[in-house]
């Protein structure tokens, strides 16, 4: 199906509101396709800001029931997400529609285009946001098909995972959680790093192995993992490689560095963000772009949606939106905040699924009793169920248990409502209220009500200090 898919003209993507298949949808809408699709979010009232700018680029929107399925659909687009006794699936092996994987579609992408796959179990958003906004302002117009809204994107009125370039120059994230990396095979791809996440570290490298084998040209992060692993591949991070960063100077929410004598500045926070500029840069020179240019972009780098993103500050109180949801992406969040914080930390985390929680429990567990320290607090809400059929058989409270006997601060919430008011009656001057989680849409409108609860806290404060004689 690879070669085909400018063929397919009328396509229903099941499982339309997720990350890869939203943005996927947009691509194809935006080439002309006539697109529909279905979500059990959208029939149960949930995210309806995403179903209205899907709207707005003529994607119709249907009940996750089969309904406006019929003979004259080309093709159903599914993620490993959609269950197979969903009624999409059911109606379209009815009616014999093929039935296409997300990861085989979006190979037929990979392989049309001059492709820059974006791997690594963290940071595979923000360098792809990165080496489009570097390539876009240099004039190379290029597409991008990825998980998180960029906001140069967004700021065109669209929903920002997606975009339609003139040129023939792709940006891929390619995501190794369901192994459908194996399927790619690109111009370029950059391997950032290895961690457990979905699966365990051995697996992963066995996966990425199979991607570096598809992939034309491969760069690999020599300090995210083991460089020796990837035959044939330029390699950049550590200081034996020709490619580096120098100089690293922190200025709050920023940072300073250079790359070949280079002087390169970024506004945002954190370690991990001057690695994956480091990777933008590298990758776009062989792209044509300088590094002077690649510099001159990333200063004013726009940034991306729930990647350390402030909601807002008041009476010196901040609040911090993040993706962070696995060891890894936690344990750089916190680190990036820890050296900007001049009070405590509020750290809440929201664990998505079951199932990751399962896995990942005892990693979840030492990253916070390492890095949470001894003045900053853990609230905690229930599992985040996003719906089907899955099994129950571990809660946050089994975490927060865990991270208080080990002499950390840690409070589960069966409601995830009732962390607002804690949140307002916790924080003082200086505090910094950091949220993490994934697959949730709803997490930063909950951010926004904890910064609106402690704008009200904080007028209510300096209401009653007013009135004091």
Known sequence: MKEDNLKIKKMRFAGIAGAGMSALSQIAAMEGHEISGSDRDFDNNRNSSLKHKLEKLSIKIFPQDGSGISQS???????TAVENDNADILKAQKLNIPIIHRSEFLAGYVDRFKTIAVAGTS????????????????????SIITGAALEIIKKKGFIGNAWRGKSDILIVEADESDGTIVHYHPHSGIILNISKDHKDEDEIEKIFLKFACNTKKLYVNSLGLKANVFPNSRVFGSVESDFTVSDIKYFGFSSRFKIKDIEFSLPIAGECNIQNALAAARICLDFGVALKDSSVALAEYSGIERRFNVVGETNQIKVIDDYAHNPAKISAIIDAVSNVVKGKIIAIYQPHGFAPTKHLKDELIKVFSLRLGDKNILLMPEIYYVGGTVVKDISSKHLTDEINKKGKKAFFFAERKDIISKCAKLAWPGDIILVMGARDPSLSEFAQSVFEEIVKKSATQNSASARRP
């Open 73 to 79: 659909t080309d093709a159903i687009i599914v993620s």
């Open 123 to 142: 940071g595979k958003s923000t360098v792809a946001a990165m080496i489009y906004e570097i390539l876009e302002k240099a004039g190379k117009s290029p």
